[in-house]
């Protein structure tokens, strides 16, 4: 059974910065896809980035040049630098697992990221 654990979150100023991890145990790291997510209040759960075993990325238009998705396959571990955060950046962020095959997927408890002045 996947376990996520996210860590990072916290309260910055707008331009400001924040890197999130999550740690990945229960499976084989390698046959899933991990993603981010964000829910702000109010508002659906959208996708922020996802990263394959490979190390392709894909990023939501709203982050697109100032995140940054990394992955490490010896660690099991993904991260989610944000830079130049703006206060609409403000949710909860939870980091995923998509099996690549099965299309299951696997939750973290998600950590808050506000930002504001």
Known sequence: ???LVESGGGLVQPGGSLRLSCAFS???FSIY??????QAPGKQRELVATIT???STNY???????FAMSRDNVKRRVDLQMNSLKPEDTAVYYCNADHVVF???SWGQGT???VSS
């Not at 896809?33 to 964000?38: I, Q």
């Not at 939501?60 to 100032?66: H, T």
């Open 1 to 3: 059974q996947v376990q």
């Open 26 to 28: 229960g499976s084989t």
């Open 33 to 38: 896809r991990m993603g981010w997510y964000r």
């Open 53 to 55: 075993n490979g190390g």
């Open 60 to 66: 939501a238009d709203s982050v697109k040049g100032r």
């Open 103 to 105: 299309h299951t997927m």
């Open 112 to 114: 808050q990221v506000t």
